[in-house]
């Protein structure tokens, strides 16, 4: 299964955009990125996915770097209730399943 | 709220005890998965089905058992249960199984909370 990293930690001001840093240098070349989301103990909600290109929809932007080792989750305005643990995912090439890592816990404070 | 319907949402019950959490998955979805979350862990990828048959396996303990029912919902037995089973059970389901080129939205039920005593 390809891995992902991620921080553990990171802070961000209420109103700024949060930049979420992964890598995941031995993905696969149809293997996808995913962007999930766990805020307390809800269910993980998903945020967006991508293969090579950019991707924005209403909730993040998610930027894959050319060589698709690395990649970047923004929140562009980041408010309070977008604290969570932010997951970065790549998709298992063969079952499909989605292996969870140990995210990142984004605090957004005022 | 995601559609995806899971019972019990707590249960409480003694070591060697057996249980059973139901999953019902988003109308129109054929694949269902089931992950495990406890404070140690994080989330695990236990079992996956697509439109009834087994799909991809995790680490599911032998103790634990699931299957994917013809009208397609879903059931994790846990049996001979430990101190630490206690966990959050989530189940997620899909329109079609991920991976292979496949991309897709996984959505997540609100999790069943067992507490082993």
């Known amino acids: 299964d390809a891995k992902t990293t991620q921080p553990p930690s990171m802070d961000c001001a209420e109103g700024r955009a949060a930049n979420l840093p992964c890598n995941h240098s031995t993905i696969s070349g149809n293997e996808y990125v995913y962007w999930y989301r766990q805020i307390h103990s809800q269910g993980p909600q998903y945020i967006i996915h991508?293969?090579?290109n950019n991707e924005t929809n209403e909730m993040a932007s998610l930027i894959i770097t050319e060589d698709r080792k690395s990649s970047t989750l923004i929140l562009p305005h980041a408010t309070l209730r977008d604290t969570a643990v932010y997951y970065c995912i790549v998709s298992d090439n063969q079952g499909g399943k989605l292996i969870f890592g140990q995210g990142t816990e984004l605090s957004v404070k005022p | 709220d995601s559609g995806v319907t899971q019972t019990p949402k707590h249960l409480i019950t003694a070591t060697g005890q057996r249980v059973t959490l139901r999953c019902s998955p988003r109308s129109g979805d054929l694949s269902v998965y089931w992950y495990q979350q406890s404070l140690d862990q994080g989330l695990q990828f236990l079992i996956q089905?697509?439109?009834?048959?087994?799909?991809a396996k995790g680490n599911i303990l032998e103790r634990f058992s699931a299957q994917q029912f013809p009208d397609l919902h879903s059931e994790l037995n846990l049996s001979s249960l430990e101190l630490g089973d206690s966990a959050l059970y989530f189940c997620a389901s899909s329109v079609a199984p991920l991976g292979g080129g496949a991309a897709g939205e996984l959505f997540f039920g609100e999790g069943s909370r067992l507490t082993v005593l």
């Open positions: 089905y697509y439109n009834g048959e087994e799909r």
């Open positions: 991508g293969l090579k």
